[in-house]
């Protein structure tokens, strides 16, 4: 049984980059979320998708960041012109379609630092 | 607006000891309402979740009591080891569930030996 996996472990950047993660979320969940951590701090979400479907999108998410999930099955969040403030944990979560309020499953995350 | 508060932001206890994290809540929408576990380096780990038609909920060591007409739920740990020492987080998600999972600001444990 394979949890959430999520990749790169850690990115370091310069600013201005473009950098992109990925997230394979536990087979046939249906669910998929994606959340930033900063020190210190808890887990802030960032965007929903229901199967291929992006259904939610928080005010942190700039237009710098687009999430995408084309096939139902792996996501990716990528920002754009990386700043300063974005340097944080992001994370992937996953969960089944079964009703309301199932279990979120979360991945180890990739570190991101902006240089 | 923090709509989820954490209380105490670090707690030592000595092991064998039973710490309380607790947690106070704002939305009246709040339908579902988990503890997750966190190590450095790694994701939040989920331990317990309770629904607020439940006032108390037991897995193991870790007990949830929930006090919907105070918007209160709180975590206890029982016979506490070293190796609960971690940093834990209280969250709270809508019915909807599309809007993701509110989080406390966690709370440092550290059990002493």
């Known amino acids: 049984d394979t949890g959430v996996s999520q990749d790169p472990r850690h990115k370091i950047t310069k600013r201005g980059q473009n950098v992109t993660f990925r997230c394979d979320p536990i087979s046939e969940h249906n669910r998929l979320y994606w959340y930033r951590q900063t020190l210190g701090q808890g887990p802030e979400f960032l965007t929903y998708?229901?199967?291929?479907?992006?259904?939610?999108k928080s005010r942190l998410l700039s237009d710098r960041f687009s999430a995408e999930r084309p096939k139902g099955s792996f996501s990716t969040l990528e920002i754009q012109r990386t700043e300063q403030g974005d340097s944080a944990m992001y994370l992937c979560?996953?969960?089944?379609?079964?009703?309301?309020?199932?279990?979120?499953?979360f991945g180890d995350g990739t570190r991101l630092s902006i240089l | 607006q923090q709509q989820v508060k954490q209380s105490p932001q670090s707690l030592i206890v000595q092991k064998g000891g039973i710490p309380i994290i607790n947690c106070a809540y704002e939305?009246?929408?709040?339908?579902?309402f988990p503890w997750y576990q966190q190590f450095p380096g790694k994701g939040p780990a989920l331990l317990i979740a309770?629904?607020?038609?439940?006032s108390e909920k037991k897995e193991g060591r870790f007990t949830i009591s929930f006090n919907k007409s105070a918007k209160q739920f709180s975590l206890h740990i029982m016979d506490s080891q070293p190796g609960d020492s971690a940093t834990y987080f209280c969250a709270a998600i809508t019915q909807r569930g599309a809007d993701g999972l509110t989080f406390g600001k966690g709370t440092h444990l550290i059990i002493q030996p």
């Open positions: 309770i629904r607020p038609d439940v």
């Open positions: 998708f229901q199967n291929e479907a992006q259904l939610e």
């Open positions: 979560a996953s969960s089944p379609d079964r009703g309301n309020n199932q279990p979120q499953h």
């Open positions: 939305n009246t929408a709040f339908d579902y």
